[in-house]
Structure formats: structure tokens, C-alpha cells
């Protein structure tokens, strides 16, 4: 007879959910454009203002990943504390400093995207958090192991890249302003969308650094993710400025 359901079983198969909606994800957005950005249209229903929708669908990823850490067994420990504060460093910027630095911000997103963004970081809060301080094992040496060393050098250089890649978006505009026009400078010179290439590094990284399938399914459902909307956005700088650099690809250096 099969014995009651563990908690571990469970994980495991949100951690199937997770690769499911990356292949959901996937698709669609092959098909439909998420329409936040410049892709931004009527039709979704609801919208509320970009900054409180940012604030509001990436708060879980701070709060309700730190509440899910803290309750686990391994919480106090070093290596599972060390890539809390790796998680949260970027997550903390990207919740808290990366709305305010905003500067078009009469945009709105629809109430369907803030919710199914919502809902994600709820269930990848709880497959991340609680694989690294309760389910998973991470003694105190795993810190000098070659996963963590190596996960977290691409974990770092996906940072740095994600981070001045918006930075260099962000500046192309003065406060008010709602134009686009073309970016330079840095990654910028090899792809579009340097930004979305940090963050599959970033997550990348993590993957490696946690050596967890846990890891694996937020990696891949950020390339589901981030691939196709990549790819959308290089097609609109081609058809939008007829003098949009040639060699450039969407996101993958050389490659894509
Ligand atoms: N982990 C994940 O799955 C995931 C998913 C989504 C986003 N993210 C991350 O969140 C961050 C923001 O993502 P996003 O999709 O909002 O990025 P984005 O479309 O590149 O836009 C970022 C900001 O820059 C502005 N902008 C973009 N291109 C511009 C241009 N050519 N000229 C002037 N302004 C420009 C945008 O204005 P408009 O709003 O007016 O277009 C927006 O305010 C990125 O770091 C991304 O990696 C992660």
C-alpha cells in the first residue's frame, strides 16, 4: 500500500508544474506578445500603474521566499544563508529599486499579467526557498565546492550584465519621456536584449550553484519566458529604425 504523500513528493511535482508552464509559456508567447512594454494594448482588461504593478508581482519573490526560508530546519545554517542573501540581493533591486528608476510611468499592465506573475513567484518562492534551507542538503563546505564556485561566477556576470543593460534602457529617457529609441554601449553591441540574457545567466547560475532541479525549472522557464519576447523585440528595433545595426542578434551573443 502506497504510504501517505510527503512533502518532498509534493515539491516534486510543482517542480513538474513549473516545467509544464515553461513549456505553456513557451508557446504562447511564440504566438501572442505579452502585452506589457512596447507591446502594451487594450483588450486584458484592468490595468494598474507599471510602478505599483512591479512592486506588487515581484514583492513574493522578496517576502514570501524569505518567509518559506526562515521556516526551514537548514535556515540558520552558512551555505543556505549565503544563497539567501545571493537570491534576495537580486530580487530586493528588482522589486524595490528597479520600479523607481522607471521613468515613463503613466504605462500600465493589465491585472491578468500582475496576477499570473504573482502566482509564479508564489510557486517558484516555495520550490526555491524551500529546497535550499529545508529539502535540500547544503553543508557548510558546499560553499567551496565547483557548482557553487562555478554557478556563482555565471550567477555574477549575468548580474552585471542585467544590471547595466536596464540601467542603459532606462537612461535613454529623461523623466516623462515615453520614446524609444536604440541602445549602445556595452552587451548592446552584440544583441538587443542584453537585459533578458543576464537574467537566464543569472538563473543559470543558480541552477549550478544549487545544483537543484528546483534551480533547473526557474532556469528554464526564465528562457521560456524571455526567448521569445527577445526575439519580438529585435524584430520591432528592425522594422521601427530602418538604421538598427545589423550584426546585432536578439539575445544569445553570436548565436540568436
Ligand atoms: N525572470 C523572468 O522571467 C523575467 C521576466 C520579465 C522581466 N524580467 C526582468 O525584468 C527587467 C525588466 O524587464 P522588461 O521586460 O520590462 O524589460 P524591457 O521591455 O527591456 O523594458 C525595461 C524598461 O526600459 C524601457 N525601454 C525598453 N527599451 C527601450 C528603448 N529602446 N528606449 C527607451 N526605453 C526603453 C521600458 O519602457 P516601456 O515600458 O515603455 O517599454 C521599460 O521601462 C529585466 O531585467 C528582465 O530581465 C525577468
Same mark, same amino acid.
Given at each position: 500500500?502506497?504510504?501517505?504523500?510527503?512533502?518532498?513528493?509534493?515539491?516534486?511535482?510543482? $517542480?513538474?508544474?513549473?516545467?509544464?508552464?515553461?513549456?505553456?509559456? /513557451?508557446?504562447?508567447?511564440?504566438?501572442?506578445?505579452?502585452? =506589457?512594454?512596447?507591446?502594451?494594448?487594450?483588450?486584458?482588461?484592468?490595468?494598474?500603474?507599471?510602478?505599483?504593478?512591479?512592486? $506588487? /508581482?515581484?514583492?513574493?519573490?522578496?517576502?514570501? +521566499?524569505?518567509?518559506? &526560508?526562515? !521556516?526551514?530546519?537548514?535556515?540558520?545554517?552558512?551555505?543556505?544563508?549565503?544563497? @539567501?542573501?545571493?537570491?534576495?540581493?537580486? =530580487?530586493?533591486?528588482?522589486? /524595490?529599486?528597479?520600479?523607481?528608476?522607471?521613468?515613463?510611468?503613466?504605462?500600465?499592465?493589465?491585472?491578468?499579467?500582475?496576477?499570473?506573475?504573482?502566482?509564479?513567484?508564489?510557486?517558484?518562492?516555495?520550490?526555491?526557498?524551500?529546497?535550499?534551507?529545508?529539502?535540500?542538503?547544503?553543508?557548510?563546505?558546499?560553499?567551496?565546492?565547483?557548482?557553487?564556485?562555478?554557478?556563482?561566477?555565471? +550567477?555574477?556576470?549575468?548580474?552585471? $550584465?542585467?544590471?547595466?543593460?536596464?540601467?542603459?534602457?532606462?537612461?535613454?529617457?529623461?523623466?516623462?519621456? !515615453?520614446?524609444?529609441?536604440?541602445?549602445?554601449?556595452?552587451? &548592446?553591441?552584440?544583441?538587443?536584449?542584453?537585459? &533578458? @540574457?543576464?537574467?537566464?545567466?543569472?538563473?543559470?547560475?543558480?541552477?549550478?550553484?544549487?545544483?537543484?532541479?528546483?534551480?533547473?525549472?526557474?532556469?528554464?522557464?526564465?528562457?521560456?519566458?524571455?526567448?521569445?519576447?527577445?526575439?519580438?523585440?529585435?524584430?520591432?528595433?528592425?522594422?521601427? +529604425?530602418?538604421?538598427?545595426?545589423?550584426?546585432?542578434?536578439?539575445?544569445?551573443?553570436?548565436?540568436?
Amino acid at each position: 500500500m502506497a504510504g501517505p504523500v510527503t512533502e518532498l513528493q509534493v515539491h516534486f511535482w510543482l $517542480i513538474l508544474l513549473m516545467f509544464a508552464l515553461a513549456a505553456q509559456t /513557451f508557446v504562447l508567447l511564440l504566438l501572442v506578445n505579452a502585452p =506589457y512594454g512596447r507591446f502594451n494594448r487594450t483588450g486584458w482588461g484592468p490595468t494598474i500603474p507599471v510602478r505599483t504593478a512591479w512592486l $506588487i /508581482f515581484e514583492s513574493p519573490a522578496v517576502i514570501v +521566499f524569505a518567509l518559506i &526560508y526562515l !521556516s526551514g530546519d537548514n535556515a540558520g545554517d552558512a551555505s543556505p544563508l549565503v544563497l @539567501f542573501a545571493i537570491w534576495q540581493i537580486h =530580487y530586493v533591486l528588482r522589486t /524595490f529599486v528597479f520600479p523607481f528608476r522607471l521613468r515613463e510611468r503613466r504605462k500600465r499592465i493589465p491585472v491578468a499579467i500582475v496576477t499570473m506573475a504573482i502566482l509564479f513567484n508564489v510557486l517558484n518562492a516555495y520550490i526555491n526557498a524551500r529546497w535550499i534551507s529545508h529539502l535540500g542538503t547544503y553543508p557548510d563546505d558546499w560553499l567551496s565546492s565547483t557548482p557553487f564556485i562555478v554557478g556563482l561566477g555565471i +550567477f555574477v556576470a549575468g548580474w552585471i $550584465i542585467n544590471q547595466h543593460a536596464d540601467l542603459t534602457l532606462v537612461r535613454l529617457r529623461k523623466p516623462g519621456e !515615453s520614446h524609444y529609441s536604440i541602445p549602445h554601449g556595452g552587451m &548592446y553591441r552584440h544583441v538587443s536584449c542584453p537585459n &533578458y @540574457f543576464g537574467e537566464m545567466l543569472e538563473w543559470t547560475g543558480w541552477a549550478v550553484m544549487t545544483w537543484s532541479l528546483a534551480g533547473t525549472a526557474f532556469a528554464v522557464f526564465t528562457a521560456a519566458n524571455l526567448l521569445p519576447r527577445a526575439v519580438a523585440i529585435h524584430r520591432w528595433y528592425q522594422e521601427k +529604425f530602418p538604421d538598427y545595426p545589423k550584426s546585432r542578434k536578439a539575445v544569445i551573443p553570436f548565436v540568436l
